[in-house]
Nanobody
């Protein structure tokens, strides 16, 4: 099994910053793309940012220039640095990873439990 454990959420004032972390652990052969999604109340889950194993990032238009995604392959960890936060960034943020468990050649989709980010004065 592969587990994703997130940390770093919390309450921050508008214009502030937070850094989210997500570490993959378990019986992992390889982690391919990793990313962050978010879901606000009464809204569907949406992509925030993804990063390939080679480090190529992709961002939602709403966060470009404010958020930065990065990863360390040796530790199977992905980060999301969030700057200039706005109230509309308030949501539960979920880590996602496309991984290959040990003993298989099948890529599976894994999700973390979610971490709450609240931007409010």
């Amino acid at each position: 099994q592969v587990q994703l454990v997130e940390s770093g959420g919390g309450l921050v004032q508008p214009g502030g910053s937070l850094r989210l972390s997500c570490a993959a652990s378990g019986s992992i052969f390889r982690i391919n793309a990793m990313g962050w999604y978010r879901q606000a109340p009464r809204k569907e889950r949406e992509l925030v940012a993804t990063v390939t194993r080679g480090g190529l990032p992709n961002y939602a238009d709403s966060v470009k220039g404010r958020f930065t995604i990065s990863r360390t392959n040796t530790e199977n960890t992905v980060y999301l640095q969030m700057n200039s936060l706005k109230p509309e960034d308030t949501a539960v943020y979920y880590c996602n990873a496309a991984g290959i468990p040990l003993g298989t050649l099948v890529v599976r989709d894994y999700w973390g439990q979610g971490t709450q980010v609240t931007v409010s004065s």
